[in-house]
């Protein structure tokens, strides 16, 4: 079957295992956020049945897809990106019609999202996932000899991935938490979500595909639609499941949470929640760029209708004349741009809300151009005093969309002080100059408690897909500091370490097999070699 024939006609059924399946709950339809216009077809939602159908072949493929060979592995994580790369005027089609986002924009999503899974492909090639360790036995030690011992991770079991309403393509159906669990050896099930069911449909069809051309366990793969406080919270309970990623809001996440712990079995969730990111303009970069700097911070806070979980959120400063500088370029910036659409009527009507009790709370510096269109996200700039800042609760609170706060600090004590009261954030940015280095090196010795990733003199939307990015960060940031949705350490989530112990030497795994079968990097008595 070709792609065109993968991708010629939307079905409004979900994926099991193979299997498309219709939904027997309530119908919904995407919504285009730039007319209001529903968009077939209808996607009725699935229940209980569906959430243990998926996962009971999740569980059933995990045996055999955990036993695939890292080339195996690999080669089909290739032919999904093969397959979506071959769809991808079909994807942006479908995606700019449910998300309002603009087609170059999800032109380049489509690659970041098959970049990813290749990226895995290569983690998978390398090796080091293994996490490979070997402690020789020391027979003669004394007083008591030393057994031997060797290391490796392996697979957690079958996945629970929820879709993103801002990324249609590399947050969700086949994004950074399924291309990592699957690198990983774990079946997914993902729970698409409702504002781009018809994308979602797409991509699930091209997994399926790739699951076919490589031969994996039918189960390695499920595609499911439904109500996300009652489908996503039994498919979180489900026994089956063994770990959750989630991209969303921090009532969401932390939903999830709590019923993953409440099982019998507890099992992890990595949620990536709510942050505000705040940039800090040091004296020595207001002094000789201020304009320059207003005008950039506009260019991120408005880039996707600021519906980036990485948004310029926060803009703390020591008040003084050139902190005005940069207010007022940002404010003659922001008053030409348009007020696009935002993704969904729902995250619309949320943003006018926060943009209404922030109006309340603080000076309302810089506006948008407003527009006659729907849903639309017209740009908002505030300016409040730090003692005002830190006395209250709404200020703190994320608007998601293009909405800023700046905080005047008198001094940079108060800066500092600011630092220490925010929660966690997924990154901070500090823009210097040298002679700022001093405050600097304070403020990142602060700010590495508090972010996940620390820039200086750039800003924050953007998310580089390598081996170093983190993308995490202290809670409500994300629900687990320790690691990251982006990048090839992604992968750890879904691993754990196992030790092996005088096991006789037939019965060892690949990775810590005596001679190296699989040519891996391993460290063998404390010293990492090949050998």
Not at 75 to 93: Q, Y
């Amino acid at each position: 079957m070709t792609t065109a024939q993968r991708t010629a006609e939307l079905t409004g059924q979900m994926i099991i295992a193979g299997d498309h399946v219709t939904g027997t709950g309530t119908a919904v339809h995407a919504v285009n956020p730039a007319t209001d216009e529903p968009l077939g077809p209808a996607y009725a939602h699935g229940g209980a049945d569906h959430v243990a159908r998926a996962a009971a072949a999740a569980a059933a493929a995990f045996s055999a897809y955990r036993g695939t060979s890292s080339e195996n592995r690999a080669a089909f994580l290739t032919t999904i990106a093969d397959h979506l790369d071959s769809a991808r005027d079909d994807l942006v089609e479908r995606a700019v019609a449910e998300t309002g986002l603009p087609g170059a924009r999800l032109t380049g999503e489509v690659g970041r999202t098959s970049g990813q899974l290749r990226l895995f492909a290569s983690v998978l090639r390398e090796g080091s996932w293994h996490g490979a360790r070997i402690d020789q036995a020391q027979p003669d030690r004394t007083p008591l000899p030393r057994a031997d011992i060797r290391q490796r991770t392996i697979p957690l079991g079958p996945v629970a991935v929820f879709g993103a309403s801002n990324f249609p393509l590399a947050f969700s159906v086949a994004g950074g938490d399924t291309a990592s669990a699957l690198a990983a050896g774990c079946p997914v099930v993902v729970k698409a979500h409702d504002a781009h069911p018809g994308t979602a449909e797409l991509v699930g069809r091209l997994i399926t595909a790739a699951v076919q051309d490589t031969g994996m366990p039918a189960g390695t793969f499920s595609l499911l639609y439904g109500e996300g406080r009652d489908l996503g919270i039994a498919l979180v309970t489900d026994p089956r499941i063994k770990a959750v990623g989630f991209t969303g809001s921090r009532s969401g996440g932390r939903a999830l949470v709590h019923a993953a712990a409440a099982r019998p079995e507890p099992i992890p969730v990595y949620a990536e929640m709510s942050s505000i990111n705040p940039v800090y303009l040091l004296p020595g970069a207001l002094r000789a760029r201020a304009a320059d700097l207003g005008r950039a911070f506009v260019g991120s806070l408005t880039m996707g209708a600021g519906q980036f979980c990485t948004n310029p959120g926060l803009v703390i400063a020591v008040d003084g004349p050139d902190l005005d500088v940069f207010v007022a370029a940002a404010s003659e910036t922001l008053a030409g741009m348009a007020a696009p659409p935002m993704l969904t009527p729902d995250i619309a009507r949320s943003y006018a809300d926060g943009v209404e009790k922030f109006t309340a709370a603080a000076e309302i510096v810089a506006r948008g151009r407003d527009t006659d269109g729907p849903n639309a996200c017209r740009s908002a700039v505030f300016t409040t005093d730090a003692d005002v800042f830190l006395d209250s609760e709404v200020l703190q609170q994320e608007i998601f969309g293009a909405s800023s706060l700046v905080v005047r600090c008198a001094n940079a004590a108060q800066l500092r002080e600011v630092t220490t009261r925010l929660e966690g954030q997924l990154t901070a940015t500090i823009h210097s100059e040298e002679s700022d280095h001093a405050e600097a090196a304070a403020l990142l010795e602060l700010l590495e408690l508090k972010a996940g990733r620390i820039l200086f003199n750039g800003w924050p939307t953007g998310v580089e897909v390598g081996h170093a990015m983190v993308h995490g960060g202290p809670h409500p940031a994300t629900s687990d500091s320790r690691t990251t949705s982006v990048g090839s350490l992604a992968i750890e989530r879904f691993l754990r370490p196992v030790a092996y112990q005088d096991i006789p030497p037939a019965l060892l795994p690949a990775p810590v097999a005596d001679g190296n079968p699989e040519r891996i990097w391993r460290r063998i008595d404390g010293e990492l070699t090949r050998d």
